[in-house]
């Protein structure tokens, strides 16, 4: 069993920053994926952005350029720091993993993050 417990949302004004934090009770040095998911009032789960392993990103067309995704296997740590923020960026912000043999995606219970002035 993984858990992942997020940390770091809150309401900030537009053009404003926040960094997101998502620990993982185990080692992530195996975790071939990890990242992070939005759920906007009235949408589906989105993808904003992930990183495997080995470093290699992703970012939905929106986060590029204003989100960076991050990762410190010595802490268990996956980060994601969300600068320049928008209303639209308004959105509970999961962290999920892929772990074990059959990559189970694993996720945490969501951080509230809104944007308004």
């Known amino acids: 069993q993984v858990q992942l417990v997020e940390s770091g949302g809150g309401l900030v004004q537009p053009g404003g920053s926040l960094r997101l934090s998502c620990v993982v009770s185990?080692?992530?040095?195996?975790?071939?994926?990890m990242g992070w998911y939005r759920q906007r009032p009235g949408t589906q789960r989105e993808l904003v952005a992930g990183?495997?392993?080995?470093?290699?990103?992703e970012y939905r067309d929106s986060a590029k350029g204003r989100f960076t995704i991050s990762r410190d296997n010595a802490k268990n740590t996956v980060y994601l720091q969300m600068n320049s923020l928008k209303p639209e960026d308004t959105a509970v912000y999961y962290c999920?993993?892929?772990?074990?043999?059959?990559?189970?995606?694993?996720w945490g219970q969501g951080t509230q993050v809104t944007v308004s002035s």
């Open positions: 999920y993993a892929d772990a074990g043999p059959t990559m189970y995606r694993y």
């Open positions: 185990r080692s992530i040095s195996s975790i071939k994926d």
């Open positions: 990183i495997t392993s080995g470093g290699s990103t």
